[in-house]
């Protein structure tokens, strides 16, 4: 099952109490205060792993507690910390305060860390309290409780391509072609209920990752079908592969499922509709699908955009596609260093008179 929102609860480990003890020896009469401090509680801490690909495991375990510092003792024994809790979550995963919705972290990097709930300090000893004018002191200190939120965990794929298009346009057929992805195809809507990942690499050695995204139709950026909750994962993609099935047997215009695709990344807004797009044409293999792609074409010629023409189940025009797909990447990744190179303050060295 894939879950990409949950609800959980933390609650870090207490520190442990001071202890208040003094030494007491047969041959050591002025033996004095002896009482450890206590060991700190156990932090909650998220750390991002590439091999975690769901938050299903939060789901069934909603409510994460760490272990409390033990106590400190006499003889000076401090009490042991408590080992953290680290709660593995995918690549991906937006933390965000459920009482404010105020976003905590971003957690993208493999390894990255994040502390959401530090355990409390454990409390001081009464030999820590030890002065020149207090040589016997009876004072110790509480452990500190530990903190305890409510969070929010959402996880937004990390890819570079995000495939969009109405159901049974042939975007699962797409990503199993050009990767080692393996979803669910069949002829029915709706076959794809998770989004899927697919590694494409090129024989040069590069790769991109390409994100299979379902649920959209007339109606997904208010909820329909299962519209936003795949909607978020396009977010992170800097390209869209914008499929349309070529088939007249499907009783669909591929022009106007084109316009609806486009006014629902519209409606949901976060600036979906402003990613670069990539037209395609799948099923070009059947013969009844001339007259919408030479429809296509013209459509094309109007906006002066190039209509890649594919077919997924016969592998027709697919390292053409890749191809495409990988110079639009580069593209796209040349004008963000422009940007930001020009966004950068200029650092003229001054020149006197």
Request: aromatic letters at 4%.
């Amino acid at each position: 099952m894939f879950v990409d929102e949950v609800t959980i609860t933390v609650q870090a480990g207490h520190g442990g109490r001071g202890c208040l003890s003094f030494r007491r020896e047969k041959y050591v009469p002025m033996g004095g205060p002896d009482g450890g401090n206590g060991g700190k509680g156990a932090d909650i801490v998220l750390e991002a792993n590439p091999h975690v690909k769901t938050l299903i495991d939060f789901r069934y375990r909603p409510i994460h507690r760490g272990r409390h510092g033990e106590h400190g003792r006499g003889k000076n024994q401090s009490g042991a910390a408590a080992e953290d809790v680290v709660l593995p979550v995918p690549q991906g995963t937006i933390v965000r305060d459920k009482g404010t919705g105020e976003v905590i972290a971003d957690l993208t990097e493999p390894g990255q860390r994040l502390v959401v709930a530090k355990g409390g300090r454990g409390g001081l000893g009464n030999a820590a309290f030890v002065s020149a004018t207090n040589q016997a002191p009876r004072k110790t200190q509480p452990g500190e409780p530990g903190e305890a939120f409510e969070l929010i965990l959402e996880l937004q794929l990390l890819a570079d391509v995000g495939i969009v298009g109405f159901p049974n346009a042939g975007k699962s057929t797409l990503i199993a072609a050009i990767s080692a992805a393996k979803p669910k195809i069949a002829d029915y809507p709706f076959t794809t209920l998770t989004p899927h990942l697919g590694v494409v690499r090129l024989e040069e050695g590069e790769s991109f990752v390409v994100a299979d995204v379902p649920g959209l139709i007339p109606g997904a950026s208010r909820g329909a079908g299962l519209g936003t909750r795949f909607l978020r994962h396009l977010s992170r993609t800097r390209l869209l592969l914008h499929l349309v099935d070529l088939s007249p047997q499907a009783g669909r215009d591929p022009l106007e499922d084109w316009r609806a695709i486009n006014d629902e990344l519209d409606a949901y807004g976060g600036g979906l509709a402003d990613k670069p797009q990539l037209l395609v044409a799948n099923k070009a293999d059947l013969p009844e699908a001339a007259e919408n792609l030479e429809r296509l074409r013209r459509f094309a010629a109007r906006r002066r955009t190039t209509l890649h023409v594919i077919s997924a189940a016969t592998r027709q025009g697919l390292r053409e596609l890749v191809y495409a797909i990988k110079q639009a990447l580069e593209r796209i990744e040349r004008a963000d260093r422009d940007g930001a190179a020009a966004a950068r303050p200029s650092r003229r060295r001054r020149v006197s008179a």
